[in-house]
């Protein structure tokens, strides 16, 4: 499993065949891995959270396609700086794929570890590689690298591992936080404390945040998993819990330590919340009669879980078909073409067909705008300017989703020379949302 979350490997190894002729750069990443693996303990795999070809590409794969998708789900790059490197295409493109997506709230200077193999001319350097600190591995003679096993050679290296391991720690401590909701004050605390030794945030920052509705849906949007604790807990809790199946983008965990009883309001609301549950596998799940170390171990599953991992196959992106309401009927007949197609999920905004006040359809837009992987604005009888409010709302709430356009009657011509990347039927919502299914693949 990754050590940063939302990737599938913590760090890619980008480098010129020429400098592992002699297998210099296969010890090195072997050295660096087992390093790592003691500074870290059990939360780094030296096997699953390195990406080297070497070591992870089959023969029957396709390279090309194979180590750029491995460049874009990887926390950091490590180039192995030579004249070979930076004269190389591949190297070049495996760089551009790797900072086209990086992880949350990461900056480029967070996510590059260049190590200096050999010797090149500075002027060949861009500047992002010139303000980032390099780690030169050449040995005295200023022309070779040092000589793996080497005294020297196994300083450099744990030097060198223990900046991945600050750097690792610093990306996650800026991924999504975990949400922790009410329960018992020292259990609640303990988590908290245990959470931030392991160099997650947590959310929110103080209890009376959770007494505020508008900031817990905010916090929950955000997360990257939600802790709820039943056996003793209050109605307001059950609130939580139920905008947390709504709208947090990751699991939702119920925790009943052991030994803790359930009230009879528990007991009652569980029951009708779990029967009319309808959450995807995976994205709710009840911790019963367990111990704290069973929490952690679960919650250290989930965060780390490579993306995609969760449904063990290609499932494709969940899409969202957004529009005004003016076109409802439209935005409906389109998700039956769609799915016509293939058993895909599309989600309508269905509240629009309501009378709501103002600021209660505004609340139903932030709900909705979360859910989708995958985002398609329907401008048909609609004024574009309402549906560009909401585009912009929606980059906002979920900026790592996919977003198009679809351009329906009246004056589809027109409306194609405004927005000339438009769709405007459904096999380019199909490509479309292979094309998201690709970005978002592990």
């Known amino acids: 499993m990754p050590y940063v979350p939302g990737c599938r ?3 890619f190894i980008s480098y010129a065949s020429e400098n592992d002729r002699d297998g210099w750069v296969t010890q090195f990443v072997a050295a660096i891995g087992q390093e790592l693996g003691d500074l870290l303990g059990r939360h780094f795999s030296p096997k699953d959270s390195i990406f080297f070809d070497r070591n992870n590409l089959q023969t029957a794969q396709s390279f090309p396609q194979e180590l750029a998708a491995a460049a874009r789900d990887s926390a950091i790059l490590i180039p192995l700086l030579s004249p070979s490197y930076l004269t190389s295409w591949w190297c070049d493109r495996e760089r551009t794929e790797f900072f086209g997506s990086m992880p949350h709230r990461a900056e480029e200077v967070d996510c590059l570890a260049p190590v200096v193999v050999r010797p090149f001319e500075e002027a060949r350097l861009d500047s992002l590689y010139r303000k980032v600190l390099r780690v030169s591995f050449l040995s005295a003679d200023g022309q070779t690298p040092v000589a793996p096993g080497s005294p020297e050679w196994a300083s450099m290296y744990r030097e060198f591992a223990r900046q991945l391991r600050n750097a690792l720690e610093k990306l996650r401590r800026k991924c999504r936080p975990i949400f922790v909701s009410r329960g018992p004050e020292q259990l609640r605390n303990w988590c908290q404390a245990e959470l931030q030794r392991r160099q997650f945030r947590t ?5 009376t945040e959770l007494n505020d509705a508008e900031r817990c849906r905010v916090c929950l949007q955000e997360a990257l998993l939600a802790l709820h604790f039943l056996g003793g807990s209050e109605p307001a809790s059950f609130e939580t819990i139920e905008a947390s199946v709504a709208l947090c983008p990751g699991p939702t965990i119920l925790y009943q330590p052991f030994g803790a009883d359930l009230t009879a309001d528990e007991r009652i609301w569980l029951s009708d919340f779990e029967h009319d549950l309808q959450s995807e596998p995976g994205r709710y799940q009840r911790l019963a009669e367990k111990c704290d170390q069973e929490l952690l171990a679960l919650i ?10 969760a449904a063990g196959k290609d499932v494709p ?3 969202a078909l957004i529009c005004d309401a003016a076109d409802l009927n439209g935005v409906r007949q389109l998700q039956r073409e769609i799915q016509t197609k293939g058993p895909l999920e599309v989600q309508l905004p269905d509240f629009l067909a309501d009378r709501l006040r103002a600021m209660d359809r505004l609340r139903k837009w932030s709900d909705f705008l979360v859910r989708g992987d995958a985002q398609i604005f329907y401008y048909g009888a609609t004024d574009p300017a309402r549906l560009e409010a909401i585009w912009l709302k929606a980059q906002q709430q979920k900026p790592e989703a996919r977003r198009n356009w679809y351009v329906a009657p009246p004056d589809v011509e027109d409306k194609r020379r405004s927005y000339p990347e438009a769709l405007w039927n459904v096999d380019q919502v199909l490509s479309f949302l292979e094309r998201a299914r690709g970005a978002n693949a592990p």
């Open 9 to 11: 490997y913590d760090l």
């Open 300 to 309: 250290d599953e989930q965060v780390t879980r490579p993306p995609g991992a």
């Open 317 to 319: 992106p969940r899409l």
């Open 203 to 207: 959310t929110p920052e103080t209890l």
